[in-house]
């Protein structure tokens, strides 16, 4: 069953939450706690705040993207130049604890370098398949998450950890992380903020809709709602 919890403060309210999860995991001194990112403008903000912290040793994270355009990294569009410029460069994170998807590779070759990369960590730390410590989600109002679009191949995906996935009504190429790691995540929070895609929330929280994000069915699913 998953969580809701209405934010007031959507921004410094949600940094305090994420934040919350890495400075505990980082208390026992011993593993990188694994975040994945989401793009989007809602998170922007989010990361900019979570920079500023000093509580957090980035060193000790381990980054990867839900999903990427399939554009160079300093592009406009790109997930990666939203995240580098809100917090990687402001934050001092290292480049060792990113893990980037390559947007300006062909897409199935970037797909499946980064689905490798993530099977060798999962192999390293003796995983079936690699485990998230926290997963952020965004949700389009058309209930699509990561790029897990409606009636796109990438929904029915069942072995690999990330993929290329045709988006027809963008007539473009994403790259997206599959449901397989998605679920695999010890916990997934979506960020969702503003009144309209409330119905879209409704919805997937009571079952039984069409939407890509009522599909993901982690160890726990939070949704912070501004």
Same mark, same amino acid.
């Given at each position: 069953?998953?969580?809701?919890?209405?934010?007031?403060?959507?921004?410094?309210?949600?940094?305090?939450?994420?934040?919350?999860?890495?400075?505990?995991?980082?208390?026992?001194?011993?593993?990188?706690?694994?975040?994945?990112?989401? !793009?989007?403008?809602?998170?922007?903000?989010?990361?900019?705040?979570? =920079?500023?912290?000093?509580?957090?040793?980035?060193?000790?994270?381990?980054?990867?993207?839900?999903?990427?355009?399939?554009?160079?990294?300093?592009?406009?569009d790109?997930? +990666?130049?939203?995240?580098?410029?809100?917090?990687?460069?402001?934050?001092?994170?290292?480049? =060792?604890?990113?893990?980037?998807?390559? !947007?300006?590779?062909?897409?199935?070759? =970037?797909?499946?370098?980064?689905?490798?990369?993530?099977?060798?960590?999962?192999?390293?730390?003796?995983?079936?398949?690699?485990?998230?410590?926290?997963?952020?989600?965004?949700?389009?109002?058309?209930?699509?998450?990561?790029?897990?679009?409606?009636?796109?191949?990438?929904?029915?995906?069942?072995?690999?950890?990330?993929?290329?996935?045709?988006?027809?009504?963008?007539?473009?190429?994403?790259?997206?992380?599959? +449901?397989?790691?998605?679920?695999?995540?010890?916990?997934?929070?979506?960020?969702?903020? !503003?009144?309209k895609?409330?119905?879209?929330v409704?919805?997937?929280?009571?079952?039984?809709?069409?939407?890509?994000?009522e599909?993901?069915?982690?160890?726990?699913?939070?949704?912070l709602? !501004?």
């Open positions: 069953m998953a969580e809701v919890i209405e934010l007031q403060d959507f921004v410094a309210e949600a940094t305090e939450w994420i934040a919350s999860r890495i400075v505990a995991k980082q208390a026992d001194g011993l593993s990188a706690f694994r975040l994945s990112l989401c !793009g989007g403008s809602t998170p922007k903000s989010i990361y900019a705040a979570l =920079a500023k912290r000093d509580d957090i040793d980035w060193e000790r994270v381990l980054l990867t993207f839900g999903d990427e355009r399939c554009v160079p990294p300093d592009h406009a790109s997930n +990666y130049r939203m995240v580098k410029e809100a917090l990687l460069d402001p934050g001092g994170v290292p480049n =060792a604890s990113v893990m980037r998807m390559a !947007g300006e590779m062909e897409p199935e070759e =970037a797909a499946a370098r980064y689905d490798g990369q993530l099977k060798k960590l999962a192999q390293l730390a003796g995983e079936e398949r690699f485990v998230h410590d926290l997963i952020l989600l965004g949700m389009g109002d058309d209930g699509h998450t990561a790029s897990l679009f409606p009636e796109t191949a990438a929904l029915d995906e069942t072995e690999r950890n990330a993929v290329a996935n045709f988006v027809p009504k963008f007539d473009s190429w994403r790259l997206t992380l599959t +449901y397989p790691v998605i679920n695999a995540a010890r916990e997934v929070a979506f960020l969702v903020n !503003g009144e895609k409330r119905p879209v409704d919805e997937v929280l009571a079952g039984g809709s069409p939407h890509p994000a599909r993901v069915k982690a160890g726990v699913v939070t949704w709602l !501004g």
